[in-house]
């Protein structure tokens, strides 16, 4: 009976707690919309089997957009190139590094007709202890870093992208803008 009343309460608890996040507008970390004038997408790379183009296909459908072959009438997402750079922080006393940051560059292209294109670069940066007694340990948690600073970068690209919404709004006001004076002064004339 206990054991059920423990069970009743923090099922309560857990309720109660996501309802109170529903309630003030919270959104799960990870929901970034891309602009909704976008449903489908086509992704080049630099190399098209690489860790960071399937994760960011993978965000790509994550935010419902049709991954599409490249045409000439649908935008595109170019990755131009990644690149991981170290550099040592800091020194052991016998002059061997301690501890190394490693970074991330993802540069890439988003295109859309009509309207453009704009470049973006996505940098992570992590730092990790470099302990030259363990070599193998040591690799592998960089290898483990590096996947982590993909993922967070492709993430990343979908948050810059959010922000496309208010460029192609901006494109289309100016398009609205051009074509009035023109449809005015065509209505003055007849």
């Known amino acids: 009976m206990r054991l059920f009343k423990t069970k009743f309460s923090q099922i309560s608890f857990v309720i109660l707690l996501t309802t109170l996040l529903s309630a ?6 990870g929901e970034y ?17 690489s860790k960071i183009t399937r994760l960011v296909k993978e965000q790509l459908r994550l935010s419902q957009i049709e991954l599409v072959e490249p045409r ?14 170290d550099r040592t922080l800091s020194l052991y006393q016998n002059t061997r590094a301690a501890e190394k940051e490693i970074v991330y560059d993802v540069n890439y292209r988003v295109s859309i007709p009509d309207v453009g294109s704009k470049d973006f670069t996505a940098t ?10 363990s070599a193998l340990a040591k690799s592998a948690e960089r290898k483990l870093l590096e996947d982590e600073m993909r993922e967070f970068s492709a993430q990343q690209m979908m ?3 959010a ?7 901006e494109h289309e006001l100016e398009m609205l803008n051009t074509t009035e004076p023109a449809s005015t002064s065509q209505n003055t004339q007849s």
């Not at 003030?24 to 970390?29: A, M, P, V, Y």
């Not at 602009?35 to 489908?40: A, F, N, Q, R, T």
């Not at 992570?124 to 007694?133: A, F, G, I, K, Q």
């Not at 922000?163 to 709004?169: D, F, H, M, P, V």
């Open 163 to 169: 922000r496309l919404k208010a460029e192609i709004e």
């Open 24 to 29: 003030c507008g919270f959104q799960l970390r």
């Open 33 to 49: 919309t891309v602009p909704e004038d976008i449903k489908e997408m086509s992704v080049t790379s630099f190399d098209q089997y």
């Open 72 to 85: 000439k009438d649908i935008p595109n997402l170019h990755i131009i190139s990644e690149q991981i750079t």
């Open 159 to 161: 948050r810059q992208m």
């Open 124 to 133: 992570m940066t992590r730092s990790y202890l470099d302990n030259p007694l």
